[in-house]
């Protein structure tokens, strides 16, 4: 399993990833994640069973 390229002519998305420099879905999906507000991040839930103690 490679990397596969990207069909350029599927999305706009796709072609502003392109103007970015990204050519392949995985740094598309990876700069998504990283550009995510803050209320789409994963919450640790370990937070919370530290204040039962």
């Known amino acids: 399993m490679g990397r596969k ?3 350029f ?7 502003k990833g392109i103007e970015w420099g990204l050519d ?9 994640i990283k550009n995510l507000p803050p209320e789409y991040e994963y919450i640790d839930n370990t937070e919370e069973t530290n204040d039962e103690y």
């Not at 002519?9 to 072609?15: F, I, K, N, T």
């Not at 879905?25 to 998504?32: F, H, K, N, Q």
């Open 9 to 15: 002519d599927e999305m706009d998305s796709v072609r």
């Open 5 to 7: 390229p990207l069909n």
């Open 24 to 32: 392949f879905w995985e740094d598309i999906v990876i700069t998504a």
